[in-house]
Nanobody, 123 residues
Framework: QVQVVESGGGLVQAGDSLTLSCAAS????????MGWFRQAPGKEREFVAQ????????DYADSVKGRFTIARDNAKNMVYLQMNSLKPEDTAVYYC????????????????WGQGTQVTVSS
């Protein structure tokens, strides 16, 4: 089983950047597709980005494409989300999760979830 802990969230202004980190333990993340999801108050959890077991295969939600970059370091058991040009609509709790199957945007397929880290973007 994989345990993940997210960090790096905070309060920033529109246009700023943040890098979220996801530290995994228990098993090597090299076995898993890793993804970032987010959930704003009163909204459904939504897909943000995912990365395949080797980092050449990435996928982004249209709303973040070109602004966010997902990366992984299997040796360190870490996953990152670099977020640039942040917008108020990016405000949410961001979650890291692991999926033992194929790449998918369906959060129901992800089995290992952290507690999340809050990102708040002021206008």
């Amino acid at each position: 089983q994989v345990q993940v802990v997210e960090s790096g969230g905070g309060l920033v202004q529109a246009g700023d950047s943040l890098t979220l980190s996801c530290a995994a333990s228990g098993r090597t993340i090299s076995r898993y597709v890793m993804g970032w999801f987010r959930q704003a108050p009163g909204k459904e959890r939504e897909f943000v980005a995912q990365i395949g077991r080797i980092d050449t295969n990435t996928d982004y939600a249209d709303s973040v494409k070109g602004r966010f970059t997902i990366a992984r370091d299997n040796a360190k058991n870490m996953v990152y989300l670099q977020m640039n040009s942040l917008k108020p609509e990016d405000t949410a709790v961001y979650y890291c999760a692991g999926n033992p199957g194929a790449l998918t945007r369906d959060y129901g397929r992800y089995e290992y979830w952290g507690q999340g880290t809050q990102v708040t973007v002021s206008s």
